[in-house]
């Protein structure tokens, strides 16, 4: 059953706390996206990479990190950094790089929360 | 910079009524278009795209839109809108930017429709 997987579905951490979120593709997309969902704000683009060991920061990189050691693994760290983590982030992949016209397909989110 | 602007925030209609969902886009270049549809408590998932050919494209569960070249729109239409279509719309826009994938979401249209 290939898909997106993002875990935790919900996640809660202490201010000044880094934390890491996961996403995993099992459906061997050359690229890979983290956005971030706010209330009115629709989706923006945290960090994007379009092959292995290669990323490049979206619009609101700030305060974020990714790694890209697998093909199918692109781990989100949200930093201490983050002045306003608290969001829902979305994960998507594409097939293949420098091709605009393919779809994104999206995993489920992560709700993160910090106290 | 590559931008999208979704005029309609929130839209409220009965049922049979026809739909259309304004989005505007900023770029000088070659773009691709997609409307993709976030339903409560799903994924996010492409409703429909345009890259090429005719500018009116059709989608699933009876979506249309049209690229108007001249104006920067890719309206999304719908003759007769259910229940079911009770969601959330996202406008995106994507283009080859230096080999890259640019991806921009417009910030969503929350579409109710009442029974």
């Known amino acids: 059953d290939g898909g997106i997987t993002q875990s935790p579905k919900y996640l809660f951490r202490k201010e000044g706390q880094n934390v890491t979120l996961s996403c995993e593709q099992n459906?061997?997309?050359?690229?890979m996206y983290w956005y971030r969902q706010d209330p009115g704000q629709g989706l923006r683009l945290i960090y994007y990479?379009?092959?292995?060991?290669?990323?490049q920061k979206g619009d609101i990189a700030e305060g974020y990190s990714v790694s890209r050691e697998k093909k199918e693994s692109f781990p989100l760290t949200v930093t201490s950094a983050q002045k306003n983590p608290t969001a829902f982030y979305l994960c998507?992949?594409?097939?293949?790089?420098?091709?605009?016209?393919?779809?994104?397909?999206f995993g489920p989110g992560t709700r993160l929360t910090v106290l | 910079a590559q931008s999208v602007s979704q005029h309609n925030h929130h839209v409220i209609l009965s049922e049979a009524a026809s739909l259309e969902l304004g989005c505007n886009y900023s770029?000088?270049?070659?773009?691709?278009l997609f409307w993709y549809v976030q339903y409560p408590g799903q994924h996010l998932q492409l409703l429909l795209k345009?890259?090429?050919?005719?500018?009116l494209v059709k989608g699933i569960k009876g979506f249309e839109a049209e690229f108007i070249k001249s104006k920067f729109s890719f309206n999304l239409r719908k003759p007769s809108v259910q229940w079911s279509d009770t969601a959330e719309y996202f406008c995106?826009?994507?283009?080859?930017?230096?080999?890259?994938?640019?991806?921009?979401f417009g910030i969503g249209t929350k579409l109710q429709v009442i029974p």
């Open positions: 998507a992949s594409s097939p293949s790089s420098g091709t605009p016209y393919n779809e994104q397909f």
């Open positions: 459906l061997n997309h050359d690229a």
């Open positions: 990479s379009q092959i292995v060991n290669d990323f």
């Open positions: 770029y000088g270049g070659t773009v691709n």
């Open positions: 345009y890259f090429s050919g005719d500018p």
């Open positions: 995106a826009v994507t283009s080859a930017v230096g080999g890259y994938q640019k991806v921009t």
